[in-house]
């Protein structure tokens, strides 16, 4: 299966270009997860709620834009404890702590584990939903860089093993006669895979294509 297929399936659905952003919210107090519920919705984004940490984590992934509105002091695996275990499957979920008990170290303690923002209730809408847009937009590009790169993979896979020795030396600064003769082969052969390179890559110059192969992190070792 390709690369960029199987991560959409791992994601979950495939959604439309227009399907909404979500804000999980994670928090044991009903009366905030309904103020949240309201606020959230009606800046355009799905709301989806939990009353603990473990609800959360049975959740399954989506592959829209999302962030974590997650209240630091929960029954059973609290803020910090669920911080940990995201970061260990998720890395890229953007957080945003809420709390009504903040104090310094926790601050720092989430902050450094790469919350996007840390709130102390009660917290004008206005500063949440400002939150929420920045983890938001910063979920949306790591999505499409990781994306990205997939997609990279797939079209270097579809390559022979020729062909990925020849772009490797390409990349690498040689020209065609000398890719030629490290390889073997005639420079007309060379010129002949060069192409099929070019064309598969989706690379519209060589400076096009060295940049794909800076973001693979291609090596000799790895051809």
């Not at 009366?31 to 049975?58: C, N």
């Not at 059973?76 to 995201?86: A, C, D, F, I, Y």
């Amino acid at each position: 299966m390709a690369l960029a297929e199987a991560f959409r399936q791992q994601m979950g659905p495939s959604t439309t270009p227009g399907a909404k952003s979500i804000v999980f919210v994670v928090d044991d107090d009903l009366s905030i997860r309904e103020s949240l519920e309201l606020l959230i919705d009606a800046a355009g984004w799905q709301p989806v709620l939990f009353a603990s940490a473990q609800a959360f984590l049975d959740h399954p992934p989506v592959s829209v834009p999302h962030c974590l509105v997650l209240d630091i002091s929960l029954p059973g695996l609290n803020g910090l404890e669920l911080q940990k275990r995201v970061l260990t499957v998720r890395p890229e979920l953007p957080i945003i702590f809420i709390t009504g008990h903040g104090d310094v170290p926790k601050t720092v303690q989430a902050m450094k584990a790469g919350a996007v923002e840390f709130l102390t209730k009660p917290f004008p809408d206005t500063v949440l939903l400002d939150a929420i847009r920045h983890a938001l937009d910063r979920h949306r590009k790591s999505l499409a860089q990781v994306a990205e790169i997939l997609d990279l993979r797939d079209r270097h896979a579809s390559l022979t093993p020729r062909e990925q020795q020849v772009m490797q030396l390409v990349v690498d600064g040689l020209l065609n006669k000398q890719v030629g003769g490290e390889l073997g082969i005639s420079e007309i052969t060379v010129k002949a895979h060069r192409g099929k390179v070019m064309q598969k890559m989706k690379a519209d110059s060589l400076p096009d294509l060295v940049k794909m192969a800076g973001k693979l992190g291609l090596t000799l070792s790895k051809i």
